[in-house]
T-cell receptor, first 115, second 112 residues
Framework: DGGITQSPKYLFRKEGQNVTLSCEQN?????MYWYRQDPGQGLRLIYY???????QKGDIAEGYSVSREKKESFPLTVTSAQKNPTAFYLC??????????????FGPGTRLTVL | EDQVTQSPEALRLQEGESSSLNCSYT??????LFWYRQDPGKGPEFLFT?????EEKEKERLKATLTKKESFLHITAPKPEDSATYLC?????????????WGAGTKLIIKP
Protein backbone atom coordinates (compact mmCIF):
# COMPACT_ATOMS: atom_id res chain seq x y z
CA ASP A 1 0.00 0.00 0.00
CA GLY A 2 1.26 3.46 -0.85
CA GLY A 3 1.52 5.97 1.90
CA ILE A 4 3.55 8.09 4.26
CA THR A 5 5.12 6.78 7.43
CA GLN A 6 6.45 8.79 10.33
CA SER A 7 8.48 7.56 13.26
CA PRO A 8 8.46 7.53 16.14
CA LYS A 9 4.82 8.15 17.05
CA TYR A 10 5.83 9.64 20.40
CA LEU A 11 9.16 11.26 21.21
CA PHE A 12 10.44 12.72 24.45
CA ARG A 13 13.37 15.09 24.51
CA LYS A 14 15.35 16.69 27.26
CA GLU A 15 16.14 20.37 26.98
CA GLY A 16 19.34 20.99 25.05
CA GLN A 17 19.08 17.84 22.94
CA ASN A 18 18.67 17.60 19.20
CA VAL A 19 16.18 15.02 17.93
CA THR A 20 15.41 13.75 14.44
CA LEU A 21 11.95 12.84 13.19
CA SER A 22 11.69 10.39 10.32
CA CYS A 23 9.38 10.68 7.31
CA GLU A 24 9.25 8.20 4.43
CA GLN A 25 6.86 8.03 1.46
CA ASN A 26 6.35 5.44 -1.26
CA UNK A 27 3.90 7.47 -3.33
CA UNK A 28 6.63 8.53 -5.77
CA UNK A 29 5.83 12.16 -4.93
CA UNK A 30 8.37 14.84 -5.77
CA UNK A 31 7.46 17.32 -3.03
CA MET A 32 7.59 16.79 0.72
CA TYR A 33 6.70 19.02 3.66
CA TRP A 34 7.02 19.40 7.41
CA TYR A 35 4.34 21.12 9.47
CA ARG A 36 3.89 21.87 13.10
CA GLN A 37 0.43 21.73 14.72
CA ASP A 38 -0.36 23.41 18.03
CA PRO A 39 -3.75 23.43 19.79
CA GLY A 40 -6.12 26.09 18.49
CA GLN A 41 -3.84 27.06 15.58
CA GLY A 42 -3.65 26.21 11.93
CA LEU A 43 -0.85 24.07 10.59
CA ARG A 44 2.37 26.02 10.14
CA LEU A 45 4.91 25.16 7.48
CA ILE A 46 8.45 24.51 8.71
CA TYR A 47 10.25 23.39 5.54
CA TYR A 48 9.37 22.01 2.17
CA UNK A 49 11.28 20.30 -0.62
CA UNK A 50 10.29 20.28 -4.28
CA UNK A 51 12.98 17.89 -5.44
CA UNK A 52 15.90 15.86 -4.11
CA UNK A 53 18.81 17.90 -2.74
CA UNK A 54 16.74 21.06 -2.59
CA UNK A 55 14.55 22.53 0.17
CA GLN A 56 13.12 25.88 1.22
CA LYS A 57 12.26 27.48 4.52
CA GLY A 58 8.63 27.80 5.45
CA ASP A 59 7.09 30.26 7.88
CA ILE A 60 8.72 28.93 11.07
CA ALA A 61 12.07 27.37 10.08
CA GLU A 62 14.15 28.79 12.97
CA GLY A 63 15.46 26.02 15.20
CA TYR A 64 14.80 23.27 12.65
CA SER A 65 16.87 21.64 9.91
CA VAL A 66 16.10 19.16 7.13
CA SER A 67 17.79 17.14 4.42
CA ARG A 68 16.53 15.56 1.20
CA GLU A 69 19.10 13.04 -0.01
CA LYS A 70 16.52 10.60 -1.36
CA LYS A 71 13.16 11.14 -3.02
CA GLU A 72 11.46 8.91 -0.46
CA SER A 73 12.88 10.47 2.69
CA PHE A 74 12.69 13.90 4.34
CA PRO A 75 13.94 13.83 7.95
CA LEU A 76 13.43 16.80 10.28
CA THR A 77 15.87 17.68 13.06
CA VAL A 78 14.56 19.73 15.96
CA THR A 79 17.59 21.48 17.39
CA SER A 80 18.20 22.83 20.85
CA ALA A 81 17.77 26.32 19.37
CA GLN A 82 14.03 25.72 18.98
CA LYS A 83 12.55 27.55 21.98
CA ASN A 84 9.25 25.74 22.28
CA PRO A 85 9.44 22.41 20.43
CA THR A 86 6.60 20.59 22.16
CA ALA A 87 4.02 20.03 19.40
CA PHE A 88 2.50 17.57 16.95
CA TYR A 89 4.67 17.29 13.82
CA LEU A 90 3.18 16.30 10.49
CA CYS A 91 4.95 15.24 7.32
CA UNK A 92 3.20 15.46 3.96
CA UNK A 93 3.92 14.84 0.30
CA UNK A 94 2.45 15.87 -3.02
CA UNK A 95 2.90 15.11 -6.70
CA UNK A 96 4.47 17.64 -9.05
CA UNK A 97 2.38 20.78 -9.29
CA UNK A 98 -0.54 20.54 -11.69
CA UNK A 99 -3.26 23.08 -12.41
CA UNK A 100 -3.06 24.79 -9.06
CA UNK A 101 -1.89 24.06 -5.56
CA UNK A 102 -0.95 20.49 -4.89
CA UNK A 103 -3.14 18.16 -2.90
CA UNK A 104 -0.98 17.25 0.04
CA UNK A 105 -1.20 13.83 1.71
CA PHE A 106 -0.20 13.44 5.32
CA GLY A 107 1.50 10.92 7.53
CA PRO A 108 0.20 9.91 10.97
CA GLY A 109 2.31 12.45 12.86
CA THR A 110 4.90 12.48 15.64
CA ARG A 111 4.09 13.99 19.02
CA LEU A 112 7.21 15.57 20.51
CA THR A 113 7.33 16.47 24.18
CA VAL A 114 10.18 18.33 25.85
CA LEU A 115 10.74 17.24 29.43
CA GLU B 1 -1.97 39.79 4.86
CA ASP B 2 -3.26 36.44 3.62
CA GLN B 3 -5.59 34.91 6.18
CA VAL B 4 -7.97 31.96 6.60
CA THR B 5 -10.69 31.91 9.26
CA GLN B 6 -12.91 28.95 10.04
CA SER B 7 -16.20 29.13 11.94
CA PRO B 8 -17.56 27.99 14.22
CA GLU B 9 -14.66 26.70 16.32
CA ALA B 10 -16.86 23.82 17.46
CA LEU B 11 -20.24 22.49 16.37
CA ARG B 12 -22.39 19.93 18.14
CA LEU B 13 -25.19 18.29 16.16
CA GLN B 14 -27.61 15.46 16.66
CA GLU B 15 -27.33 12.54 14.28
CA GLY B 16 -29.25 13.43 11.12
CA GLU B 17 -29.16 17.19 11.76
CA SER B 18 -27.67 18.86 8.67
CA SER B 19 -25.47 21.95 8.91
CA SER B 20 -22.59 23.85 7.31
CA LEU B 21 -19.03 24.78 8.25
CA ASN B 22 -17.53 28.01 6.99
CA CYS B 23 -14.06 28.87 5.72
CA SER B 24 -13.55 32.54 4.86
CA TYR B 25 -10.33 33.74 3.28
CA THR B 26 -8.57 37.01 2.55
CA UNK B 27 -5.89 36.43 -0.05
CA UNK B 28 -4.41 38.29 -2.98
CA UNK B 29 -5.76 35.69 -5.37
CA UNK B 30 -6.74 32.06 -5.04
CA UNK B 31 -5.03 29.15 -6.78
CA UNK B 32 -6.94 26.54 -4.86
CA LEU B 33 -8.83 25.80 -1.65
CA PHE B 34 -8.54 22.49 0.16
CA TRP B 35 -10.69 20.70 2.75
CA TYR B 36 -9.31 18.03 5.06
CA ARG B 37 -10.68 15.88 7.86
CA GLN B 38 -8.54 15.18 10.94
CA ASP B 39 -9.29 12.60 13.61
CA PRO B 40 -7.73 13.06 17.08
CA GLY B 41 -4.03 12.18 17.16
CA LYS B 42 -3.88 11.48 13.42
CA GLY B 43 -2.77 13.24 10.27
CA PRO B 44 -5.25 15.16 8.11
CA GLU B 45 -7.10 13.23 5.42
CA PHE B 46 -7.66 14.98 2.08
CA LEU B 47 -11.30 15.56 1.10
CA PHE B 48 -11.67 18.15 -1.69
CA THR B 49 -9.93 20.74 -3.85
CA UNK B 50 -11.88 23.72 -5.23
CA UNK B 51 -10.36 26.07 -7.80
CA UNK B 52 -12.90 28.69 -8.82
CA UNK B 53 -16.05 30.42 -7.56
CA UNK B 54 -19.18 28.40 -8.23
CA GLU B 55 -17.43 25.07 -8.11
CA GLU B 56 -18.96 22.27 -6.02
CA LYS B 57 -17.73 18.81 -5.07
CA GLU B 58 -19.45 15.99 -3.19
CA LYS B 59 -18.40 12.90 -1.32
CA GLU B 60 -20.96 10.81 0.55
CA ARG B 61 -22.64 13.17 3.07
CA LEU B 62 -20.23 16.05 2.39
CA LYS B 63 -20.53 18.80 -0.18
CA ALA B 64 -18.03 21.62 -0.59
CA THR B 65 -18.83 24.90 -2.33
CA LEU B 66 -16.73 27.96 -3.16
CA THR B 67 -17.44 31.67 -3.59
CA LYS B 68 -14.99 34.53 -4.10
CA LYS B 69 -14.60 35.06 -0.36
CA GLU B 70 -15.52 31.81 1.36
CA SER B 71 -16.13 28.11 1.16
CA PHE B 72 -18.78 26.02 2.86
CA LEU B 73 -18.64 22.39 3.82
CA HIS B 74 -22.23 21.15 3.98
CA ILE B 75 -22.91 18.00 5.97
CA THR B 76 -26.19 16.27 5.19
CA ALA B 77 -27.76 13.87 7.72
CA PRO B 78 -24.48 13.37 9.58
CA LYS B 79 -23.61 10.20 11.46
CA PRO B 80 -21.44 9.85 14.61
CA GLU B 81 -18.53 8.67 12.45
CA ASP B 82 -18.47 12.11 10.81
CA SER B 83 -17.21 13.53 14.10
CA ALA B 84 -13.75 15.03 13.48
CA THR B 85 -11.98 18.34 13.04
CA TYR B 86 -12.40 19.77 9.55
CA LEU B 87 -9.54 21.87 8.23
CA CYS B 88 -9.52 24.38 5.40
CA UNK B 89 -6.40 25.60 3.58
CA UNK B 90 -5.80 27.97 0.68
CA UNK B 91 -2.98 28.41 -1.81
CA UNK B 92 -2.66 32.16 -2.62
CA UNK B 93 -1.22 33.44 -5.88
CA UNK B 94 1.55 35.35 -4.10
CA UNK B 95 2.91 32.14 -2.63
CA UNK B 96 4.39 29.18 -4.44
CA UNK B 97 2.21 26.22 -5.40
CA UNK B 98 3.64 24.43 -2.38
CA UNK B 99 2.76 26.91 0.34
CA UNK B 100 -0.69 26.72 1.93
CA UNK B 101 -2.28 28.89 4.60
CA TRP B 102 -4.36 26.92 7.06
CA GLY B 103 -7.36 27.73 9.18
CA ALA B 104 -7.52 26.57 12.80
CA GLY B 105 -10.31 24.09 12.05
CA THR B 106 -13.87 23.36 13.12
CA LYS B 107 -14.39 20.54 15.60
CA LEU B 108 -17.57 18.70 14.66
CA ILE B 109 -19.30 16.44 17.18
CA ILE B 110 -22.25 14.31 16.09
CA LYS B 111 -24.29 12.83 18.93
CA PRO B 112 -26.25 9.59 18.35
Amino acid sequence: DGGITQSPKYLFRKEGQNVTLSCEQNLNHDAMYWYRQDPGQGLRLIYYSQIVNDFQKGDIAEGYSVSREKKESFPLTVTSAQKNPTAFYLCASSAASGRAGNEQFFGPGTRLTVL
Amino acid sequence: EDQVTQSPEALRLQEGESSSLNCSYTVSGLRGLFWYRQDPGKGPEFLFTLYSAGEEKEKERLKATLTKKESFLHITAPKPEDSATYLCAVNPYLRSNYQLIWGAGTKLIIKP
